[in-house]
């Protein structure tokens, strides 16, 4: 596989070289972006770290890395959906970016595939040994969801944002580009009480890429167990889902772009996130699971 050299600057920071496959990443394995990893721990001993998330029900291991060694723990997660190769490149992009000059005071957690089995056989979704689910449609959520917790990924990550004290989050996905906050449920009661910061947050991390920013009900589509929602949620996490290009399957020059406009505003926001989870994130609004609404779901995409 051929490979190209990235480089791009942040500023007056000038971002270490990323590399990144010359081909689309669905032609990747997930033992492709085991060795990267693998790699970027060699490569940085002394900042980068490997662990294990936990077990997947394709019976491979979720791998992740950490980042840096400050106070305050952060995430960036993709791939909840398998098929959605785009997200993973980011990922992978962002974990070499900060490597090389992890983010001050912070600890950075990257996991750019949680939906293994998916990934593997080209499908958004994700098999059981009994069914079919959607990732992103797993968590508990208080206008329904299609699990909870009927994937051991999902588990895995629930369990381990808790155990680590997750403040602030990033979820990757393609294909419709922008970058949006809570709320994402089958509601029209789409307030947070936090809308200001969450703004700062997304302006922050579209500055490269202009994408359309806002609450995801609205900018997007209403989608019950969501993994943001549930940070949010149960935790007050200050959780972002970034939709990046538009395909799920970019070219090598569409995943160059993705990366060129993507990963600075990933450092961006959580360099602007708050240190602190949010105090007061119950839901308080009331669940509209009409038709009408429900409908809106695009689980295809």
Known sequence: MKMKMLTFC?????IAPIVFAQTSGSERKYSDVVAELNSLVKAHPQTVQSFILGDSDSGEKI??????????????????????????EVALAFAQAIAAKPIANQTVYVIPVLNIGGYNAHNRNEDTENDTFDPNRNYPSPCGTEGPFTLKDTAALAKFIADKNIIASATLHTFSPAVTYPWGLATNDLTTGYESIFKNLVTQATLDSHYPTGNTTEL????NGSFEDYAFLQHG???????????????????????????????RMLEAAPTERAQNHAFTGKCDNSAAMISRDRHNE
Not at 77 to 88: D, I, K, L, P
Not at 220 to 223: D, E, G, L, S, V
């Open 63 to 88: 791998l992740g890395v950490q980042i840096g060694n400050g106070p305050v723990h952060n995430l960036v997660v993709s791939t909840h959906h398998g098929n959605e190769y785009g997200s993973t």
């Open 10 to 14: 942040l500023g007056t920071l000038l």
């Open 220 to 223: 997007i589509y209403p989608a």
């Open 237 to 267: 996490i200050w959780s972002l889902l970034f939709e990046l290009g538009s395909t799920h399957t970019p070219d090598a020059s569409e995943t160059a772009e993705l990366i060129r406009v993507n990963v600075p505003g990933l450092r």
